[in-house]
């Protein structure tokens, strides 16, 4: 049986947002049901775009208490008996009571949600309400993100951002598809002013505010004001004596705005329409989601809603010059990219989020590594996972902080009654994990997730080359241990990661294996246990093993904090994570650049070529990036030095891992004591201090270090 999506939508605007979608799919793939938030609106707007719903629900009724209208979605979507087997997606557009019941019912049917117009906000819950609230929510639930805009996406910061796109939004994709079409002449022979005012907020007291400005503001030009059916706002219009018209239909609204002198509205729709017909726009709001017309200059907010302010800043506001250029909402192709990125990413996400993982942590001691190392993997794994925790006879202290966590994120907990030690430890609790996962990760419990969407990310590399049958992202912060690193790996490109080939594990704190390579694993018999003595970490021991089924590597672009050996020690901590973007791992805007670049320079760009590159003279690293983002955008390579910046990155081609002169300070134990370091502390600069000079208690040596190392 073919699986079809469905698409909830209720109000006009969601209609006129959603069709450009719906005109580029087949009718035979998808469900359109329309609650009935708008009606007579609707249907005007069904008509308009000759897209018609196969189910009418017809919900609404006049002034319908909200959380009355969302539980009457609810009941009446459940009736359509929607399941996993006959839906493959449910749609929702927006911020409506509707959008938020239909993602409801994909959260509670588990049917993935796609929420077009994601990320918009005000940052006020009440403001506007219920609006604000919906799209959080909405957000919060939904599977896949369509972002309108760059600001729109950076509002989703805490979100898995694999499962954010930025497309534009589809109402400039709408209006385009009618603009041409529109009358050329004006609908009335005198200059007019455009007004909608609708929004819930608005009730009341500040309406009648609004109404009174409007018509002091109709004594010097026509005011030209289709009147929402909502019966609060023909109220104020007739206890302010306003003259109104009916609601106009899509078509008509396009045309008036085309040719009104500039507009006023309260409305989200309108902000987004009014920059491709270039009119200034006048925001009735005393907050808007919609910033990046008001950034540009188009739009100005009046703030507050009283009458002498709104007259004022329409005067101000109308009387200086604004500088159009492109509509900052969308280039009336957001609905191509959509289709796109639903033929192509949703079908590969999708396939990730299908994978079973489970992660395993061995603990002992230390509450407050605990507490952060699982904190972070529950924040950044990006994929849902089983957690499997072999706690090995901890102190009170410990165990508490182990229950407390398992209260809040559901792990399985095993408690040894008595110390067995690390590999004691995994060999007689690894049998409690059930050979049914796809993927197994060895998560270490002082480590700490430094990158969004970790795991996630690490399928990615598995999805990309069969051959790996294991893969850890860089770890940071080993101070006191020994980075050994090959002779020459190979650096490489796995589906935009940066990828060290034929190099060694240096810290299994996050180690991820295919179930193949785990799986075989020998588990050790209770004999074998009572006489084995720890000679080799358990790391080691299934980095070895898993070698046998395919390669190991390790991603660069990815990285896990490594906490026991500097939370607590030094003072550089904090430091660091200022300095290293705790959020990101290598600069945000440079591995953009470099994920981007991959089919460019694939066979030797990674961390060392952009470090060098930055810590070159010329601008070489600068000219660099501007290569590449010019050659993802336009195809082609505009520089002024494109043959410096050749010869630089062939320099570090051939030497593949440069190095960097370093100065290794260390206290040792059979020293007098160090005035500066404690007894065994090893420290490495750049440039020798001159404190050393005159410390006897240290020892200096001069050493070559790889630039990522340094």
């Not at 699986?3 to 087949?26: C, N, Q, V």
């Not at 799209?135 to 939904?142: L, V």
């Not at 009174?212 to 009147?227: Q, T, V």
């Not at 990309?464 to 002779?487: F, L, M, S």
Request: glycine fraction near 4%.
């Amino acid at each position: 049986m073919k699986k079809l999506e469905i698409f909830i939508i209720g109000t006009r605007p969601e209609i006129i947002k959603i069709a450009p979608i719906l005109l580029k799919l087949d009718r035979s793939e998808y469900y359109l049901v329309h609650t009935g938030q708008h009606k007579e609106l609707a249907e005007e707007a069904f008509e308009t775009f000759k897209i018609f719903p196969d189910v009418k629900l017809d919900l609404m009724t006049e002034n319908q208490d909200v959380m009355l209208f969302v539980s009457k979605c609810l009941e009446s979507i459940s009736k359509l008996q929607l399941t996993t087997d006959n839906i493959s997606r449910i749609w929702v557009q927006g911020d409506t009571a509707t959008a938020f019941a239909g993602a409801l019912t994909g959260k509670f049917l588990k049917i993935p949600v796609v929420h077009v117009e994601a990320g918009l906000r005000t940052h006020d819950v009440l403001n506007p309400w219920p609006e604000e609230m919906f799209r959080t929510e909405i957000d919060n639930i939904s599977d896949i993100l369509l972002a309108p805009t760059e600001t729109a996406k950076r509002n989703l910061k805490n979100m898995s951002s694999e499962k954010i796109f930025v497309t534009g939004n589809t109402i400039v994709d709408a209006l385009e598809s009618i603009k041409e079409k529109l009358p050329t002449d004006s609908p009335y022979e005198e200059q007019y002013v455009l007004a909608t005012i609708h929004r819930r907020e608005s009730f009341g007291d500040k309406m009648i505010e609004i109404f009174e400005a409007l018509k002091e503001l109709s004594k010097r030009i026509k005011m030209i004001i289709p009147a929402h059916p909502n019966p609060n706002v023909r109220k104020a219009l007739k206890q302010v004596g306003l003259e109104y018209i009916e609601p106009l239909s899509y078509f008509d609204f396009l045309h008036h705005l085309k040719f009104c002198e500039y507009v006023i509205t309260d409305s989200g729709g309108v902000q987004e329409e009014a920059p491709s017909f270039e009119k200034k726009t006048i925001v009735l709001r005393e907050k808007t989601e919609r910033v990046e017309a008001i950034t540009a200059g188009m739009s100005v907010l009046v703030n507050p809603l009283t009458k002498e302010n709104i007259l004022q800043t329409i005067k101000d506001f109308t009387s200086r010059p604004v500088g159009f250029s492109s509509n900052p909402f969308g280039d009336g192709h957001a609905s191509d990219r959509i289709i796109n990125l639903r033929n192509n990413s949703f079908s590969v996400m999708n396939d990730i989020f299908s994978k079973k993982v489970c992660v395993f942590s061995l603990t002992y001691n230390r509450p407050e590594y605990i507490k952060r190392s699982f904190d972070s993997l529950y924040a950044r794994a990006g994929i849902k996972f089983d957690h499997y925790v072999f706690d090995d006879c901890s102190d009170d202290e410990t165990t508490e902080m182990l229950h407390s966590l398992q209260k809040r994120y559901s792990f399985k907990l095993f408690q040894n009654r008595t110390r067995l030690g690390i590999f004691k430890n995994f060999h007689m609790n690894v049998r409690a994990i059930p050979k049914e996962y796809d993927f197994y990760v060895k998560f270490d419990s002082d480590v700490e997730i430094l990158s969004d969407n970790l795991l996630f990310e690490l399928i990615e590399v598995f999805n990309h080359d069969n051959t790996v049958c294991g893969a850890t992202p860089r770890v940071e912060g080993v101070y006191g241990t020994q980075r050994i690193e090959h002779k020459h790996p190979r650096v490489d490109f796995y589906n935009g990661h940066v990828i060290k080939l034929d190099a060694p594990v240096m810290a299994g704190c996050c180690l991820m294996f295919s179930k193949q390579a785990f799986e075989t694993v020998k588990h050790l018999t209770d004999k074998e246990l009572t006489e084995t003595v720890e000679k080799w970490a358990v790391d080691s021991l299934l980095y070895e093993h898993s070698l046998k089924f395919g390669k190991f590597v390790t991603v660069e672009d990815l990285s896990v904090y490594h906490i026991d050996n500097s939370y607590g020690q030094r003072k550089r901590d904090m430091r660091y994570f200022i300095e290293r973007n705790r959020w990101g791992t290598i600069d945000i805007d440079e591995i953009w650049y470099l994920r981007l670049s991959k089919d460019i320079y694939p066979t030797f760009l990674g961390r060392p070529v952009l470090e060098l590159l930055k810590r070159s003279s010329n601008n070489d690293y600068d000219m660099f990036l501007k290569s590449c983002k010019s050659t993802i955008e336009h195809g082609i390579l505009e520089t002024e030095k494109p043959i410096e910046i050749t010869n630089i990155i062939q320099k570090i081609k051939d030497s593949d891992m440069p190095k960097m002169t370093m100065y290794k300070i260390f206290a040792p134990v059979n020293f007098v004591a160090s005035k500066n370091m404690k007894k065994e502390e090893i420290r490495y600069y750049e440039k020798l201090p001159d404190w050393c000079k005159h410390d006897p208690g240290v020892v200096v040596e001069k050493i070559k270090m790889s630039v990522s190392d340094a």
